[in-house]
């Protein structure tokens, strides 16, 4: 099934199989396209760029699966985070061991925490201020982590 979405003027098009995220197409210009994946359900979708105010998403039919990765900082008292992130599809040909390896690399070495702590704009640990290595990761489950404070409330 394909779908015909009107774009905001962002440009952003909502994800018609949930309409619960909006992505962002400024990039495509009119008769280009692009494979994305729903940060809300997961669902990849085929988007075309059809006209200046519009474009039709076609769901592919794979789906990338919600993961909870455990973190755990290398300070005294040691920091815990779990970050709700999502298990790639260009990764599910990679054993467990395979991907808990390449997201070693990720979080241990290539990337910030701002870059997964989204409205942090600078982290500081003393003149650092790219602290790239601050946590170590402990694990990877399947499945979204849910504050128990939250617990009972809607998602
Ligand atoms: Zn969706």
Known sequence: MIYNCPLDENPHIKCPLCLRYSFNIGNLKIGQWSLR????CGQQLH???STRSSATAEPT???QTKIT???VSDTVPPIEMKVNTWRPL???NRSPEEFFQNQKFYYEEYTCP???LYEVEQMSVGNDHDPHGLFRLVSIEEGHFKDPCL???EE
Do not use: P
Request: hydrophobic content about 25%; charged content about 25%.
């Open 47 to 49: 988007i075309v760029r």
């Open 114 to 116: 701002t870059n997964w």
């Open 37 to 40: 994946c729903c940060e809300s």
């Open 69 to 71: 990765v455990t973190l």
């Open 90 to 92: 260009h990764s599910d």
């Open 61 to 63: 039919g794979k789906k």
């Open 151 to 153: 617990l009972g409330e």
